[in-house]
């Protein structure tokens, strides 16, 4: 992208098509990469055994929480990036992106080892009976120790593309991923009757592939871009900048999943088959908030640029029309779950006790959607204005001080349907705060840009 079609993107095309350019490609490749998610748990579903599904289900919050390193170094440097493209700061953005790649690949790489050496306490914590534990370690050596740092490069090398508005770039490379992942499962699962082990080895690979596919867009856009990947570049001078806004996102990805295991582990009392079916259903309640996701990656640019250069009055206009967008997506999301709930758990898992007890999970956990978007893209919001500590306020109030605690009170009081109930409960009482904070915030900026 020239450097005036990038000022026009940033600064006068009108806020529906500018969102649309960034954000459609980055909702593609979200919904892409949620369907490879989807799709270990669809192929090993389709072998009919509830166990195998209950041990992908138990080891997917922590491979997770590979997606909170790459937001914490990718997401966190590409809010920079686009705050330094709008202050006209182009020569620092190497060292950003340097530092967002190797410092990612490395800490990823600490994290993969030290989970393959408390396995044994790790997969105890999270659920695994001696019936599904063979299988979960399967899954998590692929997935977390070995897959773990692609990864992570992947995400993080996608939000780079993303900060300077090449969201097409950015947006193919997890739809390569996703793609091949999706025609590696059956191939691994059923032809080489690898089951839950060949789920988990079509996940690194894709993950591999996809590393590659964006390095060499990186190297097709040598002179178009002031991004670095050059090790040479490398410094810490940048990591505070970075993390402000990258915690606050991983914290948010982290305390969610750290919120997945408390349900895990405590639905796991009431056995396999409950552990199984909440696993699918948390997958497919994560679709539609990949979509909002997309739509907050793909706005977060446009953001940060304005709030950078002091287009306030733009930058509002952008999460305004990003919020409605989200609301109705979701709206038709709920409606559609409510109604096929069975036909879409079937779907998953043939097994008839998994997927009834499943159905109801989802149409009571479907609700919370359209809340959870739009406090999902307030927070986003903030974080594209540089303002980590109140993104990180919200996300530590929404997903550990509210989420985990009741929790853990729903199943005392109300048993397994409790905790399906929580997450509405904790987004009703955080859609006030979030709006609180976020006008609170606009307002003292006009304020000041008034005053200036």
Excluded at 141 to 162: E, I
Excluded at 224 to 250: E, Q
Aim: charged content about 10%.
């Amino acid at each position: 992208m020239d450097e005036d079609a990038e000022k026009y993107l940033f600064e006068k095309m009108p806020v529906p098509k500018a969102v649309a350019t960034l954000a459609i490609p980055t909702i593609i490749s979200q919904v892409v990469t949620m369907i490879y998610s989807l799709a270990d748990t669809f192929f090993v579903g389709q072998i009919g055994n509830p166990l195998m599904v209950a041990a992908v289900s138990l080891v997917s919050p922590w491979f997770n929480l590979l997606t909170a390193l790459g937001n914490l170094f990718g997401l966190g440097g590409s809010s920079l990036i686009s705050r330094m493209l709008g202050a006209q700061n182009h020569k620092d953005i190497r060292y950003v992106a340097t530092f967002s790649i190797w410092g990612g690949a490395v800490v990823t790489l600490l994290f993969s080892l030290g989970t393959w050496f408390a396995r044994v306490p790790l997969l105890t914590f999270l659920g695994a009976s001696p019936d599904t534990y063979g299988y979960a370690q399967d899954y998590l050596l692929w997935v977390v120790t070995l897959g773990g740092v692609p990864t992570m490069l992947s995400m993080a090398l996608g939000h780079l593309l993303r900060s300077e508005g090449h969201a097409k770039q950015a947006g193919a490379g997890m739809m390569f991923g996703g793609i091949l992942n999706v025609i590696l499962d059956p191939i691994f699962i059923f032809v080489f009757q690898l089951n839950v082990a060949g789920a988990a080895i079509a996940t690194a690979l894709s993950n591999v592939a996809s590393v590659v596919f964006f390095l060499t867009r990186y190297l097709k856009l040598q002179g178009k871009t002031a991004v670095s990947l050059n090790p040479r570049y490398f410094t810490f001078r940048f990591a505070r900048p970075v993390f402000s806004v990258g915690l606050a996102s991983a914290l948010a990805t982290t305390l969610g999943n750290a919120s997945n295991m408390v349900m895990v582990h405590l639905a796991s009392g009431y056995g396999d088959i409950p552990v199984a079916a909440y696993g699918v259903v948390k997958r497919i309640d994560q679709f539609p908030l990949n979509v909002s996701m997309g739509l907050c990656q793909g706005f977060m640019p446009l953001v940060g640029y304005n709030f950078a250069s002091g287009d306030y009055e733009r930058m509002r206009k952008v999460s305004t029309f990003s919020w409605k967008v989200a609301l109705v997506v979701s709206a038709c999301f709920v409606g559609c779950f409510a109604a096929f709930a069975p036909q879409i758990l079937h779907l998953f898992i043939p097994e008839a006790m998994t997927a009834s007890l499943g159905a109801s999970f989802l149409r009571i956990a479907c609700l919370a959607v359209p809340l959870t978007g739009v406090n999902f893209l307030i927070s986003y919001t903030l974080q594209a204005m540089g303002k980590g500590v109140q993104s990180a306020i919200l996300t530590s109030c929404r997903q550990g001080l509210l989420n985990i605690p009741l929790l853990i009170v729903m199943n005392l009081i109300f048993g397994l349907y409790g905790m399906i109930w929580t997450q509405l409960a904790v987004e009703i009482i955080m859609l006030p705060v979030s709006l609180g904070m976020y006008f609170h915030t606009f307002k003292t900026l006009s304020a000041g840009n008034k005053t200036a």
